[in-house]
């Protein structure tokens, strides 16, 4: 079956790093996406991950291992306008569809 | 502003009305998707058109009906809905190599 989990809640400070795990399973995985979604706002991209290894884009770094099925997603100096949900989505099948895990409720405290 | 436009943003049916919610990009992506989404739950497929063809129904029922008249166009057609169908659609648009969608703001649909 297809399934990828993440933690439902994580809290932080401003200035602090946060790091959100995803642990997925599925037969043909393409790669690994994270998605950021506000309250009433539609999911937009963050990052893609097909390789193993970490790619950094400004303050956020996304790292993917295939051979363990896993990935996190790693935001620094976080800011209040961090809070919102984060989604990790593998992509994967012939028609190369995206599937969503749960999601993380981000929360950055003052 | 966003590169993938949904209308309408709000929509409010009985259970036998028939309306449809649009879907537009011009950005050049051959690959276009429908997504559920309902409050505090994660995105869930419906549907997924390459190159203006169904590739993928994630077993929804015929009470949706996808199109798409060509490259740039997505709607879905909604017939007899439940009140439970009453959710955020999402309209995406992306590179099926990349995982990277662009979403509409999505329609707002309530089904009374």
């Known amino acids: 079956g297809q399934s990828l989990e993440q933690p439902s809640e994580v809290t932080a400070v401003e200035g602090a790093i946060v790091q959100i795990n995803c642990t997925y399973q599925?037969?043909?995985?393409?790669?690994l996406s994270w998605y950021q979604q506000h309250d009433g706002g539609a999911p937009t991209f963050l990052s893609y991950n097909a390789l193993d290894g970490l790619e950094e884009t400004g303050r956020f770094s996304s790292f993917l291992s295939r051979s363990d099925s896993y990935g996190y997603l790693l935001l620094q100096e976080l800011q209040m306008k961090d809070s919102a949900s984060y989604f990790c989505?593998?992509?994967?099948?012939?028609?190369?569809?995206?599937?969503f895990g749960s999601g993380t409720q981000l929360t950055v405290l003052p | 502003d966003t590169e993938v436009t949904q209308t309408p943003k709000h929509l409010v049916m009985g259970m036998t009305n028939k309306k449809s919610l649009k879907c537009e990009q011009h950005?050049?992506?051959?690959?276009m998707y429908w997504y559920k989404q309902k409050a505090k739950k994660p995105p869930e497929l419906m549907f997924v058109?390459?190159?203006?063809?169904?590739?993928i129904n994630e077993s929804v029922p015929s009470r949706f009906s996808p199109e798409c008249p060509n490259s740039s166009l997505l709607n879905l057609h909604l017939h007899a809905l439940q009140p439970e169908d009453s959710a955020l659609y999402l309209c995406?648009?992306?590179?099926?190599?990349?995982?990277?969608?662009?979403f509409g703001e999505g329609s707002r649909l309530t089904v009374l």
């Open positions: 058109y390459s190159y203006e063809k169904l590739s």
């Open positions: 599925t037969s043909g995985f393409y790669g």
């Open positions: 995406a648009a992306g590179d099926a190599n990349t995982g990277e969608l662009f």
């Open positions: 989505a593998f992509l994967s099948g012939s028609a190369r569809q995206l599937t």
């Open positions: 950005m050049g992506h051959r690959a």
